[in-house]
């Protein structure tokens, strides 16, 4: 039996260089299909994360309310840093391996709880950025301010899209998965700018019937974002070759991640 490494996909060194041009409509309607195929696991994996962090966030609210202002923010922050980064990265690594024909299981939800460190780390980097450029907006700009910084917000949502996967699939440190995504992104702005655009608009129309349509649009984005990622990144897979039962016999066994 022997194993053999290689990437599926883009590569990170030509997508800095050259950029990456998506075909828009090959990427939402590949998404849609893979989401048909691999709907239930992620579905279940994603409605389970949205009760666990609504159920963290209501029980810090209902249990301490205005009494505890200082607890409150300090369990909050042990939500955000601690228990939502590996989940929401799980969820991403599932419309990754999805991306390259890999079947997932709901239990993969709590695959990525073993690099939680490195994953809240990136989180807190984030968010120090976010939050410092809300805070120049709004003392420099006032009220315009404000707003512009829910702009500046979007676009960091936008600008750091890659960092978890960055960290669990490449292994890359924190700050290096921050930076390449940020230059990575922003080598293919435009690019980037019509896909999130475009899931903002599904995300409303989504949200028409009463909420019905984010069953399938919340599996979808991380379906569509698994692509991006495999496209843009390319994804490290390990074929096992076997020759015990018949010559010839490969199976994709799996990724480095």
């Keep these: 039996m022997s194993e053999k490494h290689f990437i599926l996909g883009g590569d990170i060194k030509k997508s800095l260089t050259e950029g990456h041009r998506f075909d828009l409509k090959s990427l939402f309607k590949d998404a849609f299909v893979i989401t048909r195929k691999n709907y239930l696991p992620l579905a279940v994996a994603c409605f389970v994360t949205i009760g666990l962090l609504g159920l963290a966030y209501v029980y810090i ?10 607890m409150q923010m300090i ?10 980064p590996p989940l929401l990265t799980a969820l991403q690594m599932m419309g990754i391996h999805h991306s390259v024909g890999l079947k997932t299981k709901s239990n993969d939800l709590f695959k990525y709880f073993n690099i939680i460190l490195k994953l809240s780390l990136a989180t807190m980097i984030i968010s120090l950025i976010s939050n410092a450029v809300t805070l120049l907006f709004t003392q420099l700009f006032g009220s315009i301010g404000f707003q512009l910084s829910i702009v500046a917000l979007l676009y960091f949502n936008m600008a750091f899209c890659l ?6 699939e490449k292994k890359l440190t924190p700050i290096l998965a921050v930076t390449l995504s940020f230059k ?24 028409i019937p009463s909420g019905l349509g984010l069953l399938f649009f919340v599996p979808f984005y991380f379906n569509l974002m698994g692509i991006v990622y ?5 994804v490290s897979v390990v074929a096992v070759e076997s020759s015990s ?4 016999d490969d199976r994709s066994s799996g990724f480095d991640a």
């Excluded at 609210?61 to 200082?70: E, I, P, V």
């Excluded at 960092?163 to 669990?168: M, N």
């Design 230 to 234: 495999r496209q843009v990144c390319g």
């Design 75 to 84: 369990l909050n922050y042990i939500v955000t840093l601690l228990l939502a």
């Design 61 to 70: 609210f209902n249990s301490l309310g205005d009494s505890d202002q200082t």
């Design 184 to 207: 990575l992104v922003n080598k293919n702005l435009l690019q980037f700018s019509f896909i999130f655009l475009l899931l903002m608009v599904l995300f409303f129309i989504a949200i």
């Design 245 to 248: 039962a018949t010559d010839g």
């Design 163 to 168: 960092v978890s996967p960055l960290v669990a």
